[in-house]
């Protein structure tokens, strides 16, 4: 009786649990999609307006697909030379930091030094201090030296504030390189900087590629840097000139200054994509703070 | 052991002559570089922010020291006092919890999802953590303008457009930093949930846990060291967030957004006090150099 009573209720129900089943899966779709969609809207309008004719603030169908946006964008000389200026900044601070990240990684990597360990701690907290609590003071230093107004020595500010993060990715990296095979270069003959050369650097690359795209993305997309220690016009990156256009004017065309956003968001977007096999691993950091 | 220590400690000896001068020398660059345009400037705050600095007029030739002035001002300034109270709303709302829900929410519907779908999703929110600021900040002043698209939904709808940068300006930038910022925090529990073993939670499911009982009792727990992390470091990355509300909103209206780092800009670069601004940049460093060092314990890293 109990049993005959429990396979009625079972496939009395069996219709509403199949229906319930089907909300479980698809629910975290509708929800992700939505999530997604309004993740979407602002960059589309960007998007869209950088090839509209009449581009407004507002998302719309463009009249006219036009490129004249990208054009007059690409051919103006202010905005080539923004662009230079910016390329000179995020180009010469990546090199610059993985020489001196790499250089300095060695001996944090290699030699039992007896200052290592404070040193260490000394850059990992670096790597937290928020760049924008020492613009002030750095301005004012900048000042005092006459050094305000030069991209030679924004890059080397550049360079110096992502500088604690490099070391530390740089000097992990160079961790997982074994010893032994320098070693065996060693009994062979070859100098430090030999082995650093043919052995280390070339086994490292993806982790060198990473660093430099790191500190490429970061100075390429930096306003406030430039935007406090830059002064003349002609001076000025991409970054701060978009601000200038947006900011300042009062009727600004809005396709245009789309336009000259892509473009300059593609270099990020471009190595972000490149970089991306690396970098996730990166983000595995639950495990470090497990031990 | 005791046979092999000393032989180490003299091999150790004989390397310490040419190892260390060579890794002095490698070390060099990097030190000038870091003592001269980091951690000089970060010192000289601590300085600067005792005296009279400014930009223009007699005490921009030479400042005086001027004790702890600048700090009593500071407690009596009601326009600290509101971009303090600014910046903590703009940190919770913003950071703690609308990044990391936010983040946990796309992270954990994901979960074992189609993958195709999951690279789409995941693309589309990274996309806004790739973009620069500023470009994000572009973005976002055509979204919420007068006549940006969200108005023209709105109106389409048959609702009363509404100037949302004028009237809701904080949660507008609250929004903006929240679409830019999530996809750190997505990823941060992603790689999370994938360390978290399939075992414990089918165990879970065997013993008739509900789909919440598992999140709330399993899960969440299984994470939490990457929550904290997660955490900290967001806390750190908003804390300097200065471009996005420069551009969205110039810290107004009024002084309606004026986080810390745009008074600080506001104080320096406007007003030209340039030794009140490092006072207020001093406060912003402390902040960060506690979170910094919360960060350092909780992560406890072998070097």
């Known amino acids: ?291 | 052991m005791d046979a092999l220590e000393p032989q180490a400690a003299k091999r150790r000896k004989k390397q310490a002559g040419p190892t260390n001068w060579r890794a002095i020398l490698f070390l060099m660059p990097s030190w000038v570089l870091l003592l001269i345009f980091f951690f000089v400037p970060t010192i000289l705050t601590f300085y600067f922010a005792f005296t009279n600095m400014s930009l223009t007029g007699i005490n921009a030739a030479q400042s005086q020291f001027i004790g702890f002035t600048n700090f009593v001002n500071m407690f009596d300034d009601p326009n600290f006092r509101n971009s303090v109270v600014k910046t903590v709303i703009f940190l919770i709302f913003s950071a703690v919890i609308g990044q990391q829900v936010m983040g946990f929410l796309i992270a954990i519907l994901m979960n074992g999802r189609n993958s195709g779908f999951r690279s789409v999703i995941g693309s589309i929110v990274i996309a806004g953590w790739v973009t620069p600021e500023i470009v994000c900040a572009f973005v976002w002043f055509a979204f919420l303008n007068d006549s940006g698209t969200l108005n023209t939904v709105i109106e389409a709808l048959g609702l009363k457009p509404v100037a949302w940068l004028y009237t809701f300006p904080m949660v507008s930038v609250i929004v903006a930093n929240i679409w830019r910022g999530t996809a750190f925090s997505m990823m941060v529990f992603q790689s999370a949930l994938g360390d978290v073993p399939r075992e414990v939670e089918e165990s879970a499911m065997m013993d008739g846990a509900s789909g919440f009982q598992k999140l709330v009792r399993i899960t969440i727990p299984m994470i939490l060291p990457s929550v904290l992390t997660n955490m900290i470091l967001i806390t750190l990355q908003t804390l300097g967030t200065f471009t996005l509300i420069y551009a969205l909103t110039g810290g107004g209206p009024g002084n309606s957004t004026e986080i810390l780092p745009i008074y600080m800009y506001r104080q320096a670069f406007v007003n030209y006090q340039l030794g009140y601004g490092t006072a207020i940049s001093l406060s912003l460093l402390v902040i960060g150099i506690v979170a910094s060092l919360i960060y350092m314990r909780v992560l406890k890293v072998k070097i």
């Not at chain 1, 697909?65 to 990546?94: C, H, K, M, P």
Request: avoid cysteine; aromatic fraction near 14%.
């Open chain 1, 1 to 291: 009786m109990a049993q005959g009573g429990n396979t009625v209720k079972s496939q009395a129900w069996k219709p509403k649990k199949l229906n319930r089943f089907m909300i479980y899966r698809t629910l975290p779709y509708i929800i992700l999609s939505l999530i997604g969609l309004l993740f979407l809207i602002p960059l589309l309008w960007l998007l869209i307006a950088s090839v509209d004719g009449g581009a407004t603030l507002s998302m719309k169908l463009p009249e006219t697909i036009t490129a004249d946006n990208y054009i007059s964008t690409l051919s103006s000389e202010s905005n080539q030379r923004s662009f230079v200026n910016g390329l000179i900044l995020a180009v010469g601070q990546a090199l610059l930091v993985i020489i001196v990240s790499g250089l300095a990684s060695y001996p944090l990597s290699r030699y039992q030094l007896r200052y290592k360990r404070s040193f260490m701690y000394l850059i990992l907290f670096s790597t937290g201090l928020p760049i924008t609590a020492v613009m002030v003071p750095v301005y004012q230093f900048f000042l005092y030296f006459q050094l305000q107004d030069s991209l030679f020595f924004t890059v080397l500010f550049l360079t110096a504030s992502a500088l604690p993060y490099a070391i530390w990715m740089m000097k992990n990296f160079m961790d997982s390189v074994p010893i032994e095979l320098e070693e065996a270069a060693w009994v062979d003959g070859a100098s430090v900087l030999t082995t650093l050369r043919l052995i280390i650097v070339p086994l490292m690359l993806p982790g060198i590629f990473t660093i430099g795209i790191y500190a490429f993305a970061g100075s390429w997309g930096n306003f406030l840097v430039p935007f406090i220690l830059l002064q003349s016009p002609d001076k000025l990156p991409a970054a701060v000139s978009i601000y200038q256009y947006f900011g300042q004017n009062g009727v600004v065309q809005y396709g245009k200054l789309a336009a000259f956003s892509v473009v300059y968001s593609i270099p990020a977007v471009v190595l972000y994509i490149i970089g991306q096999r690396h970098m996730s691993k990166g983000f595995s950091f639950g495990g470090a703070s497990k031990g």
